[in-house]
Each structure stands twice: as structure tokens, then as C-alpha cells.
């Protein structure tokens, strides 16, 4: 079974910064390339960034420069570095694999308040 957590999130106010954590309960995370994904009040939910088994990264052009993902395979973790956060990073963010599989593996997320 897999199961993803996500954690991190708050209330920032415009400018600052936030970490947010992602754990992977499975036994097979290294095969995997991950996701964040994120989804704003009256949107669909948008990929925001991926990183593949061995590190390659990709992001959307509305976070470039501002967002980092990493992953750490030892510890079954996702990491997405924040900063310069904008009004328009409102959201709830999501972790996935970058799979099929992922369907059935959509997690609660954690809430990202950028106001002032």
C-alpha cells in the first residue's frame, strides 16, 4: 500500500517563504518520479513541479525561481522549497507519483495562505 503525507503549510504573508514535506509509505519510492501538485479555490488542480528518481526537475513557468523540489530516497521524502511567495500561490498542495498509480494515491494536502 501507498500512502502520501503532506505537511508545511500555513498562513504567509507576501514574500515569504514556506517548506513543505511529503512522505512516502511505500517500500518502492526510488522508482518513482514525483510530483507537486497544487489546486486553488474555483481551479482544477495544476502540476506545479516533478523530479525524477535521479533528480531531474522540471516546473511550471508561474514558479520558476522561486520553487525548489528535491527528494531524499533514503527517507522517503519530497521537499517544496518556497519563497518570494505570491497571493496567486493560494492553495492546497498535493504530492503524487508521477504514475498511473497515482489515482488511487491523492492524500488530504496541506492548505498554503499567502495574504497580507
Known amino acids: 500500500q501507498v500512502q502520501l503525507v503532506e505537511s508545511g503549510g500555513g498562513l504567509v504573508q507576501p514574500g515569504g517563504s514556506l517548506r513543505l514535506s511529503c512522505v512516502f509509505s511505500g517500500s518502492i519510492f526510488s522508482t518513482y518520479a514525483m510530483g507537486w501538485y497544487r489546486q486553488a479555490p474555483g481551479k482544477q488542480r495544476e502540476l506545479v513541479a516533478t523530479?525524477?528518481?535521479?533528480?531531474?526537475?522540471t516546473y511550471t513557468d508561474a514558479v520558476k525561481g522561486r520553487f525548489t523540489i528535491s527528494r531524499d530516497n533514503t527517507r522517503k521524502t519530497v521537499v517544496l522549497q518556497m519563497i518570494s511567495l505570491k497571493p496567486e500561490d493560494t492553495a492546497v498542495y498535493y504530492c503524487n507519483v508521477e504514475a498511473i498509480t497515482g489515482r488511487d494515491y491523492w492524500g488530504q494536502g496541506t492548505q498554503v495562505t499567502v495574504s497580507s
Open positions: 523530479i525524477t528518481k535521479g533528480g531531474r526537475t
